[in-house]
């Protein structure tokens, strides 16, 4: 069968079960015609790619995905990957990676006669399987087979079906190699030139997997449900370096025709989910800034970025305390090109962050302490699929708090949790409080994660959680359940049933005021509510407003100066006390008071000197008070702030402000990201074409 065979599917209708029903049923979606995007099914012939993936197709039979992952098609009830082993070239000339994967695969139930992965835009060349000695991968004998690539899905991608030669039993093993290249279209890699670089002679290349994007960059089960160890070598041009989600084993410069060639080895032995697959290849240089912990970048910014990170070792040591040791051995941090298009990626061993964290005066770490706090909720204990996101982004924002309040105080921690509060007003105002992205666990059938996206996850599920440690006791009760939640659950992917079950064995066992107690608090929690209920949180927080009182009181301040603007009594000192987050919360306020009077916006940006503010969080804010205020004068710096770095979390709300001011703004805004649509990478880019109606 030919390397890029098409099967029928059909389309992809919700299924009408219960939440967890659905967890434990087999989902075939039913009959009806569809339109896919797909391949015909010819050799694979290169590099033909971009009429590869236009041809339209008409679907006309069933297709399944994952019983407990509805944004994937591997079938990890029957089998799933153990470890796997990749052997990647870079090759910077075709933007492309190319090599082998080889997935050792553990059979679950008896009679598996296939292994199916996801893919999506990518060549598969051959697929081979080794069941004879599957411990030892060199003296292997891999037999090549027929495997089937299912039509594409417009958001999954393509099923790669693996026949297994034989039918095998239960807790067997088996070995599948499969020879493979990526595509101009493997949405988790970005190339990039030397010119966007900050040292501008080599190319660079850095990977984003997470939410679904691993398929795009290696054939894999790409659900978090599925954990695995991996080892691999990276062949990479000279003089570039590469890294990974894992510990740095050797390196070698390769000889003979291969001369000008490194080959970087790597080795991650705690399991983990693909997502958080993550390489890196580029002119970079690493400073050392703790015991465990390099901050790699391009050379020209790795002082900057080394000083910036200086108290990453303090946030380890703290999250240590809060919870188990540090699993992962090294704790390197990579700062990336600005168009990473997020704060940070918590990749095991290596954290990204976006350059947008170079304050210059360490404000904006708290992203590091999130990452750090990652490394236990999210990596070692992971959500099953992306409906239960919140148990990796809820608890991971919880935690990062935890380490900020034990460091800077419990203000600080609470002062946090009023401007997360904000933020979810403003995503919970941009989905409309009725849309169901708005639910801490949302329905993702049929959905691209992606678009699900926001920071509802993240402050819904502190805010769960910090309504549980208040209403169950307080810290000295919730805090030893911390560590007792990591212990039960690390190495696991679980979902919110699992994690609620655990609560209340805990707490019904460990209650300092007994188990009729615990049962009696643990039953006015309306869970429904919480889980499953659209807009904001169903209890409103009470946090400490030490911090607060002066943003509101200045704000008030300059928010009836706009009777008087001829009479303003402000100075530079107004926030000379402020902190960052402070100044943030400030302009939150700001934000959400009628339109300035233009007058009453420069007489602010004057004083305060916002015209040329470098602060990221600052920065972001400020433009976003003048575009309220369809404040003209701003769109030029928009267009430099969109344009020097692609972090979603700024350009995505600057663009559609821009977008919605006046018709200027909005033709404005759609040309300058047609005009510099390759700056962004393709997760950012995705989501603004949808943002500026051009998709
Ligand atoms: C309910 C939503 C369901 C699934 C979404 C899952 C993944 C979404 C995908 O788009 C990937 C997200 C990656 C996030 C990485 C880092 C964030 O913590 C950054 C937060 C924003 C920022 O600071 O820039
Ligand atoms: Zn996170």
């Not at 239960?388 to 419990?410: A, D, M, P, Q, Y």
Request: contains cysteine; glycine residues 6%; proline residues 6%.
């Amino acid at each position: 069968m030919g390397c890029l065979q098409s099967r029928t599917v059909s389309t992809v209708t919700r299924q009408p079960t219960t939440r967890y029903a659905r967890l434990e049923t087999k989902l075939t979606y039913p009959t009806s015609p569809a339109k896919y995007i797909t391949v015909p099914p010819t050799k694979c012939s290169l590099p033909a790619y971009s009429s590869l993936f236009s041809t339209t197709f008409t679907a006309d039979s069933n297709r399944t995905l994952s019983a407990m992952d509805p944004n994937s098609f591997a079938n990890t009830d029957r089998c799933s990957t153990r470890h796997l082993s990749l052997r990647l070239t870079v090759d910077f000339g075709r933007g492309i990676l190319h090599g082998t994967a080889i997935h050792r695969v553990k059979v679950h139930q008896s009679d598996t006669k296939e292994f199916i992965l996801d893919t999506k835009h990518l060549v598969i060349h051959s697929v081979e399987v080794a069941s004879d000695n599957p411990a030892n991968v060199t003296a292997a004998k891999f037999v090549t087979v027929e495997h089937q690539l299912d039509a594409a899905h417009p958001k999954f991608g393509q099923a790669l079906h693996v026949p297994l030669l034989t039918a095998m039993a239960a807790d067997t093993e088996v070995l599948v190699r499969i020879s493979y290249e990526t595509t101009h279209q493997s949405s988790a890699l970005q190339f990039l030139t030397p010119e966007q670089t900050a040292g501008k002679v080599h190319p660079y290349l850095f990977t984003q997997c997470q939410a679904i994007h691993a398929r795009t960059m290696v054939p894999c089960q790409d659900s978090p449900g599925v954990k695995i160890t991996y080892d691999a070598a990276i062949q990479a041009p000279k003089p570039l370096k590469a890294l990974m989600s894992a510990i740095s084993i050797g390196e070698r410069d390769l000889t003979g025709a291969d001369q000008g060639w490194t080959v970087f080895e790597f080795e991650q032995k705690t399991s983990m989910p693909s997502y958080l697959l993550a390489l890196v290849v580029g002119n970079l240089q690493g400073k050392s800034v703790g015991p465990r912990s390099t901050v790699w970048t391009e050379p020209e910014v790795v002082d900057a970025a080394a000083w910036e990170f200086v108290d990453t070792e303090e946030f380890i040591a703290t999250a240590e305390a809060l919870l188990t040791p540090y699993q992962w051995g090294r704790y390197d941090l990579l700062v990336v090109p600005p168009s990473f298009p997020f704060g940070g990626m918590e990749n095991p061993c290596l954290t990204f962050v976006t350059p947008t964290l170079l304050a210059g005066d360490r404000s904006l770490v708290d992203v590091v302490a999130h990452e750090i706090s990652h490394s236990w909720t999210g990596n070692l204990v992971t959500t099953k699929n992306w409906e239960s996101f919140w148990l990796n982004e809820g608890w991971t924002v919880f935690v990062e708090r935890k380490i900020l309040g034990r460091l800077h105080g419990e203000a600080t921690r609470h002062f946090g949790a009023i401007l997360g509060y904000k933020e979810l007003e403003r995503a919970i105002d941009f989905f409309g409080k009725d849309n169901p992205f708005t639910a801490l666990i949302p329905d993702l059938q049929g959905e691209d994660p992606d678009d699900a996206f926001s920071t509802v996850p993240y402050e819904k599920g502190f805010n769960l959680l910090f309504y549980l440690e208040n209403h169950l006791g307080g810290p000295q009760v919730f805090e030893p359940y911390m560590k007792a939640y990591i212990r039960e659950f690390a190495g696991q992917s679980i979902d919110a049933a699992q994690w609620k079950d655990f609560l209340y064995r805990y707490m019904l066992d460990y209650h300092p005021e007994g188990t009729d107690k615990a049962k009696e608090l643990l039953s006015q929690v309306d869970w429904d509510k919480w889980f499953y209920g659209r807009g904001m949180p169903p209890v409103v927080p009470t946090f400490d407003r030490t911090l607060l009182e002066a943003c509101e009181e200045l704000a008030r301040r300059w928010n009836e100066a706009r009777e008087h603007t001829d009479k303003l009594s402000f100075s530079p000192n107004d926030l000379a006390d402020f902190t960052t987050d402070q100044k943030s919360v400030f302009l939150e306020i700001i934000r959400d008071f009628e339109p300035f009077p233009h007058a009453l916006i420069e007489a602010m940006q004057d004083i305060y000197q916002l015209k040329d503010v470098r602060n990221s969080e600052i920065r972001f804010r400020w433009q976003m008070v003048c575009l309220k205020a369809h404040y003209t004068p701003v769109f030029p710096r928009v267009v430099d702030f969109v344009l020097e770095q692609g972090r979603m979390k700024f350009v995505r709300p600057l663009y559609r402000s821009l977008y919605g001011s006046t018709p200027e703004g909005a033709k404005l805004a759609q040309d300058t990201f047609k005009q510099h649509r390759e700056f962004y990478h393709p997760i950012a880019a995705a989501q603004l074409e949808k943002d500026l109606d051009l998709a």
